[in-house]
Structures are given as structure tokens and as C-alpha cells.
């Protein structure tokens, strides 16, 4: 029978678990996709899309098994002694613990894991209830704190060689020619047949048990697998080929992008507009906006060589040049950031449509003096919340990605990715605008492959507290999760990514090495496959961790360590290496005084 004077624990576990997967979302997942707007092989808007699809097929088909291991495998049933009740309080301030530390994170900007957010906030609240010698700290058959805590290394290292190996199979086969512009057309088939046969094996090796795929035969799996990925791969060749043949080797600029479905019969297509180029974007990455090229540049300044005792600010002190007059302020890299953020909002503030309206709205009625509570402001602010709504739920969709990773150029941070980036082999924009396009499904299977594996963060414990609330006995938790409850968190990972993901994407894009659509097809394809090897172990691994270990692997391919940036991958290895004690300790401690709490 149901748990029902416990209902405000299963209450605000609920909404811990809909925050950890929002907070998944807004930073797992857009670190996921900042690779493809890196590269601008996808627009924000249309990585939002194809998010938000992806999400929710690898979490509805393939994610139970992951749930299985963070809500069995850590802290075992019986260390409960029968107590439902402790049970459903034990994961509740796990997800409290791991939610409040991924959302500080995501509110400054910083990359960390939430799976390993989670699996330490388990750790540390198991410590709690049943105490150190209860925790499954050792390797439990692959389950336990020592295997998944094993990914720390072995997931970067696995998903650095996939990237690395598939690049260079790219690097090889078309970079290197003499005319790589028709290997790429042509050899892009086999780049679709490979990740459709990847997307399609975690589907039918590794489906939810409801949907009882993983049960079938294995002639019967190695048959739909290759099947699919071959039919991928021959669907590419009639309608994909024919297209990129027109528009990048012919140099056709009347092709619009619908005319894929006439197939091969775009081999037979009389010249319209032919160009002395190809009308392809320029995958470039620069560090100077774009509107910033019309502006005057500044007067050159000269810095003082040595800062008084009085000097506030003095990495901010100029010397006058008598030459020249005053000499302007020089801006800290915040200031640049805010200056990007403002121009940001010069362009929303022009737009149509209801993210116009409350951009204007807000800036046509700003708070008064005096605080809150004075009875103009209140009416002020009753006035400024309809817009600042919309601006909540609308802001990310219109986020300028590329504007905000620009305009660091002159900062230390902008002349270390210069270096970076002069390391780095620039090819021909025809070849990575046909990888571009493998670019999409590459990332739309990483994002399958992540909502595969990262819905065992919420949905584990979530289906723990739900099971026990509902029935009272903590033993009805090792059944299956529900598809409802894998669809739920799903859609809630899926708001995080549209309303919150661009304060990580904004920092991730471009930061550890030079992305381009070849280069960040073979980052997403190898972190994908190797999401869903740890998935197929029923490992949670953290996909954060495969994307950076596959684009250090990429970078590495140039030839010179000189090629990546590895102060960026030592500040992102310190913050997965700072989650475990801090996400393990404040579940710990939320648990601990919960539990032992003096009461009448």
C-alpha cells in the first residue's frame, strides 16, 4: 500500500529529479551539441530540434538500463533493513545534492558531469544512512563505484582513440588527395552507413525491456543492424551524392536545399547559375564579430612596465602615449562579454514577435528607485512579468552562439586559441560542407547515444522514490523503470536545452582545439559509440567526458600537442575531479541531518 504520509518526500523528490534533468539538459546535452554550432555545421535553433527529438528516442528506447545501475548497484536494497520510507529519503537528498551543484555550475558558466554529480551525491548519502561499509565501493561486477568511477579515465581515453581513428580514416581518404573535393562527394555514404548502423544497434541490442528487442535472436540483430546502416548508406547515395555533387563540384547556386529528392536526376540538370564558387558557407572560425570589421580600430596603447602600490587594477593600468593623446580604457575579458551581451540585445531588441515585444517592454519600464517592496516598484514589476516570461522561455531560442564565442581576440585567452588554431590544418570549404552533412547525423546519434545514458541520472533515483511511495516496500524498486517516467525527465532534459543550454554552449564551442564539420562529425561519432559501449555494460558514463576525450583525440591528429588547448582540458578535468567531493558531500550532509534530526 502507498507510503501516504510520506507524500511530500515523493513531492519534492519529483521536483529534484525534473531540476537534475533540467540542469542535464542545460549542460550535458549543450555541451553535446556545441561541437556541431562550433563547426556551423547547425544552426542553434535547428540543434534545439534536433535535440529535443534525439533526447527523447535514446531515452524512451534504450535508457533503462543505466537507471538500473544508479538505483541498484551503489547502495544495496537490503542495506535499507525493509525502511521505504529512509529509502525514498535517501535519493531524494541525492538528487537535491547533485541538482543543486550542476545548476551552480550552470549558472557561471562551468562544465561539470552530472552523471558523476549524481553517482557521488549517491555515494555520499549512502555513507550516511547505512554508513562506508554498505557502499558498493569496489567493482560489483561492473556496477559498482569502482567501475563507473573508472570512466573518469577510461571514457576520455576509449572516445580520444574512436575520434582520432575516424578522423584519420577522413584524413586519409579525401584531406590528403590532390582533389578531395569528389572523395569527399562520393565517400560520404559510407560515413552515413556507419552511424546508422551505430544508432541502430543500441535500438535493437540494447532496447528497453518493455519493448523486448533485446530478447530477439542474433541473426535477427546482426540483420536489421546492417541492414538499416547499409539502407542509410545506399539512401545517401541516391539522393545525397546526386545533391552535394550539384551544389560543390558542379558550383550549381540555383540547387536549393528540397532538390535532394530528385535524386540522380540531378546529374542530368542543365546549369542554371553556375559560380566560379561553390555557394558554400565559410567554416572559418574567427574571433572577431563580424559587425566589429565596419568599426574604426582603436589607437594603439602602450602598457605601463611596472604597476604602483596605489593601482587598484593594475593587470588595467595603460600609459598615456604623448604621441597620441589619451589613451583609451582597456577592456577585461568580462567587460568584452558584456560588451557581446549588449550587442546581442541591440539585435533582439529590432526583432518581431513576442521575444521583441518583451525585450522592449523590459527596457521601456525599468524598476524605480528604492527596493522592491515599494509600491511603485511592485506595480512595475507586476507590468515587467509577462515579458520577463516570455524572455525566460525565448531567450535561448534566439541566442547568438557565434557572437557570443567572438570578440575575445586580443585577450590572453584569444592569443592562446590563436596559437591553437594556427596549428591546426584549415581544408577546402567544399570538402567540410559535404561532412557538414554528415556532421547532423552524427550529432543527432551522439544525442540518441546521450539520452541513451545520461536519463539513468534522474530516472534511477526518481524510479526508486516512486516505487517505494506507491507500494511501501523498498524491494518493489529493483522492477523496471517505466516508460512514462523515461519520457517525462526526457522532455524535461529537452526544456533545459532550449531555455538554458547557451551558458555552456557559449564557453565549450572552439575551446580546446579548431572545430570544423570533418573534424566534429569524427568527435560526436566516436563519443557516441563510445556512450553506447558503456551503456551496453549498463555503466553510466558521463558524455561530457567522451565529446572532450574524442575532440582531444581529433585535435591530437594534427600532428602536434601544440594543437590542443590543454589548459582548457586541465580546468575541465579538475571540475570532474572537484564533483565528486563536493556533489558526495553535500548529499551527505543533507541526509545526515535529515536523518538525525532531534524531534518531539
Known amino acids: 500500500m502507498a507510503l501516504d504520509q510520506y507524500s511530500y518526500v515523493f513531492a519534492i523528490g519529483t521536483f529534484f529529479a525534473l531540476l537534475d534533468a533540467y540542469n542535464n539538459g542545460a549542460n550535458d546535452v549543450a555541451n553535446a551539441w556545441a561541437t556541431s554550432v562550433s563547426s556551423r555545421s547547425i544552426s542553434y535553433r535547428q540543434a534545439m530540434v534536433f535535440g529535443t527529438i534525439f533526447e527523447m528516442l535514446g531515452a524512451i528506447t534504450v535508457g533503462a538500463r543505466t537507471a538500473e545501475t544508479i538505483k541498484n548497484s551503489i547502495i544495496p536494497n537490503e542495506a535499507f533493513r525493509g525502511n521505504a520510507g529512509v529509502q525514498m529519503l535517501a535519493f531524494t537528498c541525492a538528487l537535491a545534492g547533485a541538482s543543486i551543484w550542476v545548476m551552480w555550475c550552470t549558472r557561471h558558466s562551468a562544465h561539470v558531469s552530472s552523471t558523476y554529480s549524481l553517482v557521488s551525491a549517491v555515494a555520499g548519502v549512502g555513507v550516511a544512512t547505512v554508513g562506508a561499509s554498505q557502499v558498493q565501493w569496489g567493482w560489483n561486477d561492473g556496477k559498482g563505484l569502482g567501475a563507473i568511477f573508472s570512466g573518469l579515465v577510461m571514457a576520455p581515453a576509449i572516445s580520444a582513440a574512436f575520434g582520432a581513428t575516424i578522423f584519420m580514416l577522413i584524413k586519409l581518404v579525401v584531406h590528403l588527395r590532390k582533389n578531395p573535393v569528389p572523395w569527399a ?34 541473426w535477427y540483430v546482426a540483420a536489421v543492424t546492417m541492414g538499416t546502416g547499409a539502407g542509410v548508406g545506399l539512401l545517401a547515395a541516391i539522393f545525397f551524392v546526386p545533391y552535394v555533387h550539384a551544389k560543390v563540384i558542379r558550383k550549381d547556386h540555383g540547387v536549393k536545399w528540397w532538390m535532394f529528392i530528385y535524386g540522380p536526376l540531378l546529374f542530368q540538370r542543365p546549369e542554371v547559375a553556375v559560380g566560379d564558387r561553390a555557394n558554400v558557407p565559410n567554416y572559418a572560425v574567427v574571433q572577431e564579430d563580424s559587425d566589429d570589421e565596419e568599426q574604426p580600430q582603436p589607437l594603439p596603447t602602450k602598457i605601463s612596465p611596472a604597476p604602483t602600490e596605489n593601482d587598484d587594477h593594475p593587470e588595467k593600468k595603460l600609459e598615456q602615449d604623448p604621441e597620441l593623446g589619451e589613451a583609451p580604457v582597456q577592456l577585461t575579458y568580462k567587460e568584452i562579454q558584456a560588451q557581446g551581451e549588449r550587442k546581442l540585445h ?8 513576442p521575444m521583441g515585444w518583451a525585450m522592449r517592454t523590459l527596457r521601456d519600464n525599468p524598476m524605480g528607485a528604492g527596493r522592491i517592496y515599494e509600491i511603485h516598484n511592485i506595480r512595475m514589476f507586476l507590468k515587467r512579468l509577462p515579458a520577463m516570461v516570455v524572455c525566460g522561455l525565448l531567450y535561448g531560442l534566439h541566442y547568438d552562439i557565434h557572437a557570443a564565442q567572438s570578440g575575445i581576440s586580443g585577450t590572453p585567452e584569444g592569443e592562446r586559441m590563436a596559437r591553437v588554431y594556427a596549428e591546426a590544418k584549415k581544408y577546402p570549404n567544399e570538402v567540410e560542407h559535404t561532412y557538414s552533412f554528415v556532421q547532423i547525423l552524427t550529432a543527432c546519434t551522439a544525442s540518441f547515444a546521450h539520452g541513451a545514458n545520461d536519463i539513468g541520472n534522474s530516472v534511477g533515483p526518481w524510479a526508486v522514490i516512486y516505487s517505494a511511495w506507491s507500494t511501501g516496500s523498498p524491494a518493489a524498486s529493483k522492477a523496471e523503470v517505466p516508460i512514462w517516467q523515461l519520457a517525462v525527465l526526457s522532455a524535461t532534459i529537452s526544456v533545459g536545452l532550449l531555455t538554458y543550454g547557451y551558458n555552456i554552449m557559449k564557453v565549450m564551442g572552439n575551446k580546446i582545439t579548431y572545430h570544423s564539420p570533418s573534424r566534429g562529425c569524427s568527435m560526436e561519432m566516436g563519443a557516441a559509440i563510445t556512450v553506447l559501449v558503456f551503456s551496453q555494460y549498463s555503466l553510466p558514463v558521463s558524455t561530457s567526458m567522451c565529446i572532450t576525450g574524442a575532440t582531444v583525440g581529433v585535435g591530437l591528429c594534427n600532428g602536434t600537442l601544440k594543437a590542443v588547448n590543454f589548459q582548457r582540458v586541465g580546468l575541465l578535468m579538475l571540475s570532474w575531479i572537484a564533483t565528486i567531493p563536493i556533489a558526495g558531500s553535500i548529499g551527505g550532509v543533507l541526509m545526515g541531518l535529515f536523518l538525525n534530526a532531534p524531534h518531539f
Do not use: D, E, M, Q
Open 185 to 218: 562527394v562520393y565517400s560520404s555514404p559510407f560515413f552515413f552507413l556507419i552511424a546508422g548502423t551505430v544508432c541502430t544497434l543500441s535500438i535493437v541490442y540494447k532496447g528497453s525491456p518493455n519493448l523486448g528487442l533485446n530478447k530477439k535472436p542474433g
Open 346 to 353: 541591440a539585435k533582439l531588441l529590432k526583432k518581431r514577435g
